[in-house]
């Protein structure tokens, strides 16, 4: 281990000082958690103006905002979210960026979700999916976008995707929308995750006798009354090989709505992936690869918590899912269902997972569920002696709460140190709100590992008006990090009255944008000589 902390920093950053909650608890603030005492300052919790707001020695410039031309005939979509900024084997760096959502109001003044014409949704599959564009560092080290290079693309809402199992018949699925985070496996392959697709398509359910039907959701976006396709070739996580550009969608790691797919490797080097869905009530999976250098074979698993086991969704083994279901390819397609029948945790909306670099524990953000009354949610943490194991040991790193100083937490990041970096997503209406009353808008917040401060939250930046800061990732230097600034001003009602102008200002109209952020505060975390 190349740091050394103190005894006090170390189990203050590890949460050792709280009591271990249960799942039923969790989100219920916890006084025990380590209180913000202050040595770093970070912005007021309450700061709520229509700008990235920053700490002090920090600055942030704009790479690209939704509109922007990436290249002949393909523009950089709506609603940005994960970004993973790739590496080629020559040297040159791509950006993947996530397109989750669609304002249809912001983006063609449409209000009515039930009236939709055809140009109207075409625009719209357009939009979301994922970009893929050519970054460089100029020599005063700011990213820039190089707009026509061979190397940019898009998957978008009509792309065909290759499945690697038949669905319904079909082994290629038309589109990839609703795009949330993702992850990245060590042969060189971005993730890019399906969360809420039930939009856009519907959801499909079945009755006792197996019969199915197509379940209309509230936040019905209409393409389905145009032209509807099978919801069962959506909810997927989605492998794209930026060499080729080309992509396929990984049946086995199950079909819910994936917030991330995070990979590490077992001992032996058998490839992990964790996986939340970001449901009320919904679990968190884990799927052992039985090969090296690939996802499409292995056994995909649940989580009980109450248990501290990981139980397995294989359909052979399990007598229950044989008279359920037809075949290991149905259970996987109903994998609620199936996680259900084997006893997995409902959890408080599993969102993004990441795993601390220096003990290798699974930190999962549960970021809230009102069916519980947990309305800030917490941080889920996970040890395992092995990836690869079926038991662990679980307890909350960090719970949220005015005492913590973070709400809903979302996107993670840990750099190279250990330290945290949290986003926080407090929903457009709710912010402000008496729930919510004292958060401010959605932050950025650090949890250093170390120092005087280490255990505290810190929040560092402060988004426009309604927005969210999403899919944090750094660049090797650790000199920059990448954020997605997604849905400013989505509570406007009526176009012309924007309830955020970001990042234009003026009356315009308000663009979700893809932001770098730098400077001597970051650097004094990220620096990889320093610790002591
Ligand atoms: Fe797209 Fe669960 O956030
Ligand atoms: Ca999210
Ligand atoms: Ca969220
Ligand atoms: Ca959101």
């Given at each position: 281990m190349k740091n050394s902390?103190?005894?006090?920093?170390?189990?203050?950053?590890?949460?050792?000082?709280?009591?271990?909650?249960?799942?039923?608890?969790v989100g219920i603030?916890?006084?025990?958690?380590?209180?913000?005492?202050?040595?770093?300052?970070?912005?007021?919790?309450?700061?709520?103006?229509?700008?990235?707001?920053?700490?002090?020695?920090?600055?942030?410039?704009?790479?690209?905002?939704?509109?922007?031309?990436?290249?002949?005939?393909?523009?950089f979509g709506t609603n940005n979210d994960?970004?993973?900024?790739?590496?080629?084997?020559?040297?040159?760096?791509?950006?993947?960026?996530n397109h989750e959502d669609m304002n249809p109001l912001l983006a063609h003044g449409r209000k009515d979700m039930s009236k939709i014409t055809t140009s109207q949704m075409n625009y719209e599959r357009d939009q979301l999916g994922g970009s893929f564009f050519e970054v460089k560092e100029n020599e005063s080290g700011d990213w820039f976008v190089v707009k026509d290079s061979k190397l940019n693309f898009v998957l978008n809402g009509n792309s065909k995707i290759k499945m690697s199992d038949k669905v319904l018949g079909s082994a290629t699925a038309l589109g990839t929308f609703a795009n949330c985070s993702g992850g990245y496996t060590p042969w060189g392959t971005i993730l890019t995750c399906e969360e809420n697709y039930d939009k856009f398509y519907g959801e499909a359910i079945y009755d006792k006798k197996g019969r199915r039907s197509i379940k209309t959701t509230k936040?019905?976006?209409?393409?389905?009354?145009?032209?509807?396709?099978?919801?069962?070739?959506?909810?997927?996580?989605?492998?794209?090989?930026p060499v080729t550009k080309t992509a396929e969608k990984i049946i086995n790691l199950g079909r819910f709505a994936h917030e991330c797919a995070t990979v590490t490797l077992s001992k032996e080097g058998y490839p992990v992936v964790y996986s939340g869905d970001d449901s009320k009530n919904e679990c968190l999976y884990k799927f052992v690869s039985n090969k090296k250098g690939s996802l499409k074979s292995g056994t995909l698993y649940v989580a009980n918590l109450e248990q501290n086991k990981w139980l397995s969704l294989d359909y052979q083994s399990n007598p229950k899912l044989k008279r359920k279901f037809k075949s290991q390819t149905d259970v996987y397609i109903r994998a609620r269902e199936a996680a259900r029948i084997v006893g997995a945790s409902l959890l408080d909306r599993p969102e993004d997972i990441e795993i601390d670099p220096i003990t290798q524990s699974v930190f999962v953000s549960l970021t809230n569920n009102s069916s519980k009354n947990n309305y800030h949610g917490s941080i889920l943490k996970i040890t395992e002696n092995n990836p690869s194991d079926l038991s662990f040991k679980h307890e909350t790193f960090k719970a949220g709460g005015l005492q913590n100083g973070f709400s809903c937490p979302d996107n993670m990041a840990f750099d190279k140190n250990g330290n945290l970096w949290l986003t926080s997503d407090i929903s457009g209406y709710a912010i402000g709100s008496s729930t919510y009353k004292g958060f401010g808008n959605n932050g950025l917040f650090l949890i250093p590992r170390t120092g005087p401060s280490a255990g505290d939250v810190i929040k560092v930046a402060s988004s426009p008006n309604d927005a969210e800061f999403t899919g944090p990732f750094f660049s090797p230097d650790e000199?920059?990090?990448?954020?997605?600034v997604q849905h400013p001003g989505e509570m406007t009602k009526e176009l012309g009255k924007y309830t955020s102008n970001w990042p234009l200002g003026g009356?315009?109209?308000?663009?979700?944008s893809v932001i770098c952020i730098s400077g001597d505060f970051l650097e004094q975390f990220t620096k990889q000589d320093e610790l002591v």
């Open positions: 902390w103190s005894r006090r920093s170390f189990l203050k950053f590890i949460g050792a000082s709280s009591a271990t909650l249960s799942t039923a608890s603030s916890c006084s025990s958690l380590s209180k913000n005492s202050g040595s770093i300052k970070g912005l007021p919790l309450n700061t709520a103006s229509d700008d990235v707001s920053l700490v002090k020695g920090l600055k942030y410039k704009l790479l690209i905002k939704e509109g922007d031309s990436i290249g002949k005939g393909i523009n994960y970004t993973n900024l790739y590496k080629f084997s020559d040297g040159r760096f791509g950006l993947w960026v936040r019905d976006r209409g393409w389905k009354n145009l032209d509807p396709r099978p919801p069962e070739h959506y909810g997927w996580v989605v492998e794209v090989n000199k920059t990090l990448f954020l997605s009356n315009e109209k308000p663009l979700s």
